[in-house]
C-alpha cells in the first residue's frame, strides 16, 4: 500500500491534488522562484544531491510564466535532464530556449542523438506530416558547414542547397582556382564500378565560366579516361 494517499470522490471533477507553492513576491524580481518536489535514494543526503532527483516549476520571466524542470543524480553530478517551456516545448540535454516543439542535444562524442526502434511486426520507422501547408519544408538535415540535406513535402530533395526547383537537385561547391582542380558530385556506386558525376576546373581561375562537368568511370580505385 501507498505510504501516501490522497483521495477526493467527485464524479467528472478534479481528485485528490497535491500542491507545493512558493509565494514569494512575482513580478521581474520574482523570476527564478521555484517549488520543488525532492526525492531522495539510498545513501542520498538532502544537504547535497547525490542520489536525488527533482522535478521544479521555475518562474522565467516577469509575467510569471513558468517552466517544468526535471534533474537527475548522474552517479558524478546533479543537473537539469529535461525541461518543459511554458509553451509545451521540450528540451532534452540542454538548458537553451528553442521555438520547436521538441529539441535533443546529445554533447557526447560518437553516439547518436536520438533512436528509434520499432519491435513490433510490419515495423514503420518515422513518420514526418507537413500536410497541412504546401511547400514547407519536411525534413532538414545540417552539417557542419551549414546546408545539408532538405526535402520539401511536395517530393522535392535538396543535397546541399535549399533551392529545391526539381526532384533531385545538388549543390557542387568549393572547387579550387588551379587548372584541373576538380570535386566529385554524386557517385553511382557499383561492386567494382563506379560512375562519377564531378566538376572541373578547365584553367585557372575563380570564374564560374572555366569549369565544367564530367562524367568518370572508375575501376575498383583506378580512373578511366574520361
Not at 97 to 122: D, F, M
Request: aromatic share 6%; charged share 15%; glycine share 12%.
Amino acid at each position: 500500500a501507498s505510504t501516501l494517499v490522497v483521495r477526493k470522490d467527485t464524479a467528472a471533477g478534479r481528485g485528490g491534488e497535491i500542491s507545493i507553492v512558493n509565494y514569494a513576491a512575482g513580478g521581474a524580481p520574482g523570476i527564478g522562484n521555484e517549488a520543488a518536489l525532492n526525492f531522495g535514494l539510498e545513501n542520498s543526503t538532502y544537504a547535497a544531491d547525490a542520489g536525488n532527483a527533482q522535478i521544479k516549476a521555475i518562474s522565467t520571466a516577469s509575467n510569471n510564466k513558468s517552466d517544468m524542470v526535471f534533474s537527475t543524480w548522474n552517479g558524478s553530478s546533479f543537473g537539469e535532464r529535461m525541461r518543459i517551456q511554458s509553451d509545451g516545448n521540450v528540451l532534452i540535454g540542454t538548458t537553451g530556449a528553442t521555438n520547436t516543439r521538441l529539441k535533443v542535444v546529445q554533447p557526447t562524442a560518437s553516439e547518436w542523438a536520438c533512436q528509434i526502434t520499432h519491435t513490433g511486426t510490419t515495423p514503420y520507422g518515422l513518420a514526418i506530416d507537413t500536410s497541412a501547408n504546401s511547400g514547407v519544408y519536411a525534413l532538414g538535415v545540417y552539417t557542419n558547414t551549414g546546408t545539408g540535406l532538405f526535402v520539401k513535402n511536395d517530393g522535392n530533395v535538396g543535397i546541399g542547397t535549399t533551392s529545391l526547383a526539381s526532384k533531385l537537385q545538388v549543390r557542387i561547391g568549393g572547387i579550387g582556382s588551379s587548372t584541373n582542380d576538380e570535386v566529385d558530385g554524386v557517385i553511382f556506386e557499383g561492386d567494382r564500378h563506379d560512375l562519377i558525376f564531378k566538376q572541373i576546373r578547365t584553367s585557372a581561375s575563380s570564374d564560374w565560366n572555366s569549369t565544367t562537368f564530367r562524367l568518370q568511370n572508375r575501376v575498383d580505385t583506378t580512373l578511366m579516361s574520361s
